[in-house]
């Protein structure tokens, strides 16, 4: 597995397909957090740019082979465990951007309620908005695997699908992520805290459920 991770991560990196959604979530970060911008709302706006930026980098991960390499890999390593280092791939690169989310709220953000009043406790409030961004990372995740090859593999299906499951995964009030940031979001009116452990254990069991599911159909269809 070391070595098929190793070859997708080159993959994606020699590609510079991860260009456009680096510089996506950068300008997302520059043009919504503002300097002084409370730490809980930073981080809550940090957090839900991360989940259609996942899904994004899931679709450069999976689909980044062509399709002789692709064949040759699968043959060598069996699909299933193909598409795992691809998902794992995403998901790697969006956790290094979260952690520069993370880096940027605490260069910019001023810990403090949103009225500026209630002195915000750094420490807490950073893992707060880590576990919000991974719960937004690993929604994104599953969007994606299921979005994408070998569930769809028609470019115009599984795009627009991808989409509109991150938007309305983000303002459903169902969803773990907006649970998530809706949570951070309201602290911040009075300076209080809720660190997210339900939604990011609930899009932990959905990611694995959805790697595990659509690696199974790739062993299937491969």
């Not at 970060?29 to 991360?50: K, T």
Request: charged share 5%.
């Amino acid at each position: 597995m070391i070595a098929l991770l190793r070859y997708q991560a080159a993959l994606f990196a020699g590609s510079y397909r991860w260009l456009p959604p680096v510089l996506g979530y950068a300008a997302f970060l520059a043009l919504g957090i503002q300097s002084g911008a409370p730490i809980l709302d930073a981080y809550g706006w940090a957090a839900a740019g991360l989940l259609p930026i996942a899904v994004w980098l899931t679709r450069i991960c999976v689909t980044i082979e062509p399709p002789a390499a692709r064949h040759c890999a699968a043959a060598a390593a069996g699909p299933g465990r193909v598409h795992l280092a691809a998902v794992l791939t995403a998901a790697g690169a969006a956790l290094l951007l979260a952690l520069g989310g993370a880096a940027y709220v605490l260069l910019r953000s001023d810990p403090h309620s949103a009225d500026h009043r209630v002195a915000v406790p750094v420490l807490p409030a950073t893992v707060a908005g880590l576990l919000a961004a991974l719960a937004c990372v690993l929604l994104g995740i599953a969007i994606g695997t299921l979005c994408n090859r070998p569930v769809l593999r028609s470019t115009a299906s599984a795009v627009p699908a991808g989409l509109v499951a991150a938007l309305l995964l983000l303002v459903l009030g169902a969803s773990p992520a907006n649970a998530a940031v809706t949570g951070l979001v309201t602290g911040s009116a009075d300076g209080t805290i809720t660190v997210p452990w339900l939604p990011f254990a609930a899009t932990a069991l959905i990611a694995a459920a959805a790697t595990a599911a659509t690696c199974a159909l790739s062993s299937r269809r491969g």
